[in-house]
């Protein structure tokens, strides 16, 4: 089945060491969506890309980044996570000009 | 800007018993509504959109969500709840603009049996 994969399920990382999380589609949709959601609450957009266009949300820190290497692979990078960045994070995709919107089953993170 | 709003942070109801989750939006233009469930340290499940059409929506697992537009209303509803419904609901809007969508604040459903 075509879908998104969020790898690992649960990260647990140090006080400012940088983490990556990683998220792969086999959708081949062009747009790829991170959103970070704090303890059930609602999901909070850090940033998209539309193909190679990444758009950052005006309140995004800079502390978070992005990369997209190809259609099919995205990356997070917390560069020096703190506590109050522990949280879910949750990849999703969608098809310019489409309504449809695919989640992957998130990234649980973990400061320590 | 687009926005939606839960106004209930829980809704308790008895299995075997309708259910309602509220939903109201705030957009400009054309509303294209959607409503997600999660589970616990899971990710979000796609129940439901309306982009246009018939005013009521059927979804998955029996769910269905009714369109008004002069109430600027979304409800998700269920004619016979499950124990296994009990999750976190999130109505949401797609902005305008981009593609990127906007969630409410979540509304947590409980089941009893």
């Known amino acids: 089945d075509a879908m998104v994969i969020q790898n690992p399920r649960y990260q647990v990382t140090q006080f400012g060491k940088p983490v990556t999380l990683s998220c792969s589609q086999t959708?081949?949709?062009?747009?790829m969506y991170w959103y970070q959601q704090k303890s059930s609450q609602a999901p909070k957009l850090l940033f998209h890309?539309?193909?190679?266009?990444?758009?950052n949300e005006a309140d995004t820190p800079d502390n978070f980044q992005s990369r997209r290497p190809n259609t099919s692979f995205c990356f997070l990078d917390i560069r020096s996570p703190g506590l109050g960045d522990a949280a879910m994070y949750l990849c999703?995709?969608?098809?310019?000009?489409?309504?449809?919107?695919?989640f992957g089953s998130g990234t649980r993170l973990t400061v320590v | 800007a687009q926005s939606v709003a839960q106004p209930e942070d829980q809704v308790n109801v008895a299995e075997g018993n309708p259910l309602t989750v509220k939903c109201t939006y705030s957009?400009?233009?054309?509303?294209?509504l959607f409503w997600y469930v999660q589970y616990p340290n899971r990710g979000l499940q796609f129940l439901l959109k309306?982009?246009?059409?018939?005013?009521l929506v059927k979804g998955s697992y029996g769910f269905e969500a009714e369109f008004n537009k002069s109430q600027t209303s979304f409800h998700l509803k269920k004619p016979s709840a499950l124990v296994s419904d009990s999750a976190l609901y999130f109505c949401?809007?797609?902005?305008?603009?981009?593609?990127?969508?906007?969630f409410g604040t979540g509304t947590r459903l409980l089941v009893s049996p």
């Open positions: 999703a995709t969608s098809e310019r000009g489409n309504y449809g919107y695919t």
């Open positions: 890309y539309y193909d190679k266009d990444f758009n």
């Open positions: 959708l081949n949709h062009n747009v």
């Open positions: 949401a809007s797609r902005d305008t603009g981009f593609q990127k969508l906007v």
């Open positions: 957009v400009s233009g054309n509303p294209y």
């Open positions: 309306y982009i246009t059409g018939d005013n």
